[in-house]
């Protein structure tokens, strides 16, 4: 689907006129280390990859660029006339970046991580919204389990850069009398007081959800996102089919078998995942043959998605480079220009691709530990997705055969290793070349073409 | 289900037994008011309902358990995976019955409360689908509305909303004033979060969805499948005369959406009006079947013909899609139909059979069949627990591109039996 940009927003008075795709501002409400910061990036980067250009704002980085030096919970006490100028000022500052973004640098989504913990605050920011013509929806986290908490601090406060000199005693406790700061002053979003505003309130770490106005299709979409992350630890595991007929042959596409050695890392990665101990795997596989193959080794049920099929390549399909050199050498150029958009002759992009490949992601954001069996373009949509990587990285990400790439969630990203199960193989991967140019020579359009046989 | 009389129980449980249905997930609705009046042939009066009405608790304790138990002959025998039981279910006792009988049989239960006190969506509610049951044939209005008024406030005063506190480890969803907020606790899978989203983005205003395909293509004309060719003169008409057909409906803020083929963007083009393009929408991949002729096909891959005559829904073209691929791949345009109010949707034939089986309620042995002629726009409005189905046709020829089911579906029938239901071409 193309959502295109309509009119936007005309000045009328203060007050800015909203079109249906009027840009939206997230705003997160809640007490510290209650996870808003790690919503805030979690969902800016999975509506970043779906095409939504979105952008977070912490309020606590512009904090930390202000005041250089942190040195204890009494900046934040609600005493600190000094201390409240400056927060104030960051918020705005935090603001005017946002208005920046959303009318100047054709952003869509802003996301405005800080406390917001009073309705005057949050009052200030409906306000900048209506005069500018964004819409706004907060996201509320409230949690008091004292171990989600502790673990929280741990995960990510500990490392951050307000406590790098202190041990970890002293940052506790530091940040601990630092929440209660905030404490006394907090207004939770209200049933009734607050029922004219557009939220979700996500209690215990999403044990329950309150949802109150959703206005159009991307808050659904946010609402649907964030009830189904999770924070249980656990860990993804992504790879590719073992090597294929057309792989040795040089050929992209179709639906051939694995070859010999192909066969050896489906057994190598059942002896891998077997020595992983992994409680409870699910397997995913495409419905392509060389993935099922791989698969049928582990000797565990799987399931085949349609949508974890390669991206189809058309017209291209079952060629080698050389030939589509041959054949298109138009289509060959415009591919290298923008490797992301280009779709072939009767097949997808990879653009295409992330859009199909949305649910399997929002499936895996539910589950716990899953063994993705993949193809070479759709593990590059995958990875993004994880890494946070653009959509000019993406097609240029390095997924070689017989690797698996091991993804553990850990503090606001994710750690990733990558394993090669030792079993030689072509390598498929195709450089962007120098020339990109339409009348550049074969020479120079095969330039980076791996060898085959 | 949870939630007094005419809070829109039954009006959710069909809509998602609809659904799921269409999404492939074996899903039965069981209305204990169904029952109740199998039970008691004649509904006489509100009093039926009254609390301290022992008899009729009798029979209502019954229903409801006769309900129950063939909710279980439907996972056990019938291969069932939802079942939606709709009733008030407004006692704690009563949901406790259901929990521990759910707990027994290994069954998840998820619970969806409708809250609502607006009294003018009560009062709609009524009128639209209260006036026309069973139970009151023989009233006037006027008595129909006062009797069933003193019905609902038979539950009231036992009635007790899951709570919050009490009910915590229950799985269950809130709504609010028709959706205006909802309360989500305990989500325990794939298909409650599924259940979830879905009713969060279904909503009752009057609206209404217009379908049709592209204007007759070239390929069209040449009775050939697939393909992305342009608008032949008389799709050009069609074009203009939906434009005019359109304007004369003075729809209020229309969207369109077409797909990323030529033939329903040079169909929308003449609207005159912004479209929204979704690839979603493209027609059914026919593989290595695209811009054959029937004929050729027979010739080219006559067992593979024969197959899809065999199972028209499940069949997937070789390097192709199936029905079933299709419905899959719009499901997001159906979310987004929901969430929308009035849309016209200019697609493709296989497209608009698996979008109208889904608003009409068609199991996928008939969905491959349904007709969907060119040149005719179908108008489907929401009423009551279904949709009405007005059908236009712009008076502008074009070919028939619908071919039945021939009565010999073997793969060593002969050619003749195979093109037998081939629509004419040139």
């Not at chain 1, 399997?360 to 539910?366: A, D, F, G, H, T």
Request: hydrophobic residues 35%; negative net charge; aromatic residues 10%.
């Amino acid at each position: 689907m193309m959502r295109g940009c309509s009119s936007r927003a005309k000045q009328n008075q203060d007050r800015a006129v909203c079109m249906t795709n009027c840009p939206t501002l997230i705003v997160t409400v809640g007490l510290p280390a209650r996870g808003k910061t790690y919503i805030s990036k979690k969902l800016t980067r999975y509506l970043n990859w779906i095409g939504v250009p979105t952008r977070e704002f912490n309020v606590g980085q512009y904090r930390r660029e202000f005041v250089k030096i942190y040195k204890s919970f009494e900046f934040f006490r609600p005493d600190n006339e000094e201390g409240l100028k400056i927060r104030r000022q960051c918020a705005s500052a935090a603001l005017n970046d946002v208005r920046q973004y959303l009318t100047e640098e054709g952003g869509q989504v802003a996301v405005f991580d800080a406390t917001n913990t009073t309705r005057e605050r949050r009052e200030t920011i409906i306000q900048f919204a209506e005069q500018n013509g964004f819409k706004v929806f907060f996201v509320e986290s409230v949690c008091e389990d004292p171990d989600v908490i502790q673990e929280n601090i741990v995960q990510v406060k500990l490392g951050s850069p307000d406590y790098t000199n202190c041990n970890t005693e002293e940052a506790v406790e530091d940040f601990m009398k630092r929440i209660k700061c905030y404490e006394n002053s907090y207004e939770t979003l209200d049933e009734v007081l607050d029922r004219d505003l557009s939220y979700i309130k996500i209690m215990d770490v999403g044990q329950r959800y309150l949802v109150n106005r959703v206005l159009d299709h991307i808050q659904s979409r946010i609402v649907y996102y964030l009830m189904n992350i999770h924070i249980t630890p656990r860990s993804i595991y992504l790879c590719r089919h073992g090597e294929s007929e057309l792989n040795v042959k040089g050929r992209i596409g179709g639906d051939s078998g694995l070859t010999p050695r192909g066969k050896e890392f489906a057994k190598k990665l059942s002896q891998f995942i077997q020595a992983q101990s992994i409680s409870d795997l699910k397997v995913w596989t495409s419905q392509m043959k060389r993935t099922i193959q791989t698969a049928e080794a582990l000797s565990v049920p799987y399931e085949q998605w349609k949508v974890l099929n390669e991206i189809d390549a058309g017209v291209c399909e079952e060629m080698m480079y050389e030939e589509i050199q041959d054949h298109y050498p138009l289509e060959f150029a415009l591919r290298d220009q923008d490797k992301y958009r280009y779709r072939y002759p009767k097949g997808e992009s990879y653009e295409d691709l992330v859009q199909r490949l949305e649910p399997v992601i929002m499936e895996l954001e539910r589950q716990e530990n899953v063994l993705v069996i993949c193809h070479q373009a759709v593990m590059r949509c995958l990875l993004a997705y994880f890494l946070d990587k653009t959509a000019e990285e993406l097609p240029y990400l390095k997924c070689p055969l017989h690797t698996v790439l091991k993804l553990t969630p850990v503090a606001y990203g994710c750690k990733v290793e990558s394993i090669s199960l030792n079993v030689d193989a072509v390598n498929t991967h195709r450089e962007r070349p120098e020339n990109v140019n339409i009348h550049r020579t074969t020479e120079d359009a095969l330039q980076t073409v791996p060898a085959h046989l | 289900m949870v939630g007094l009389p005419a809070r829109g129980k039954t009006y959710i449980s069909k809509k998602l037994t609809r659904y799921l249905n269409w999404i492939g997930v074996p899903t039965k609705m069981f209305n204990v008011g169904q029952y109740r009046r199998e039970a008691v042939k004649i509904y006489k009066n509100f009093e039926f309902f009254k609390p301290d009405n022992e008899e009729a608790m009798r029979i209502r304790k019954a229903c409801a358990a006769a309900a129950l138990k063939d909710v279980s002959a439907y996972f056990t025998k019938e291969q069932g995976q939802v079942a939606v039981f709709d009733a008030t279910n407004t006692t704690r006792e009563r949901r406790a019955v259901i929990v521990s009988l759910a707990k027994e049989k290994g069954y998840k239960v998820f619970f969806v409360e409708s809250i609502c006190d607006d009294p003018e969506i009560i009062a709609e509610n009524i009128k639209q689908v209260k006036f026309g049951s069973p139970d009151y044939v023989d009233r006037d209005i006027d008595e129909a509305m006062e009797d069933f008024v003193q019905r609902i406030e038979c539950y009231r005063a036992s009635y007790m909303p899951i709570d919050d506190e009490k009910d915590r480890k229950l799985s269950y969803i809130k709504i609010f004033d028709v959706g205006s907020r909802y309360l989500v606790n305990q989500i325990q899978d794939h298909i409650q979060s599924r259940i979830v989203y879905y009713l969060m983005n279904i909503h009752v205003t009057p609206r209404s969805i217009y379908l049709s395909r592209h204007g007759e293509s070239e390929l069209n004309l040449l009775g050939r499948i697939g393909g992305d060719s342009g608008l032949s003169p008389r799709g050009l008409k069609y074009a203009s005369a939906l434009a005019n057909f359109i304007r004369s409906q003075e729809i209020t803020d229309l969207k369109v959406w077409t797909s990323h083929m030529k033939r329903t963007i040079q169909t929308a083009e003449t609207l005159g009006v912004q479209y929204e393009q979704w690839k979603a929408l493209n027609e059914i991949d026919a593989g290595v079947c695209e811009e054959l002729t029937y004929e050729e096909i027979q010739e080219n891959f006559p067992e593979e013909f024969a197959l899809r005559d065999q199972d028209k829904y499940r069949y997937r073209y070789p390097k192709g899609e199936s029905y079933e691929d299709l419905v899959h791949r719009l499901e997001p345009v159906i979310m987004e139909l929901e969430r929308q109010e009035n849309v016209l949707v200019v697609c493709h034939q296989a497209v608009m059979r698996c979008l109208l089986a889904y608003f009409l309620d068609k199991p996928a042995d008939e969905l491959p069949y349904l007709r969907c002629p060119l040149h005719t726009v179908l108008k489907l409005t929401p009423i009551a627990y279904g949709c009405k189905v007005e059908s236009y046709f712009l008076n502008i020829e074009a070919v028939n591109t619908h071919r039945e089911r021939p009565a010999n579906v073997s793969i060593n029938r002969d050619p003749d039996e195979a093109l037998q239901t081939v629509p004419d071409h040139i």
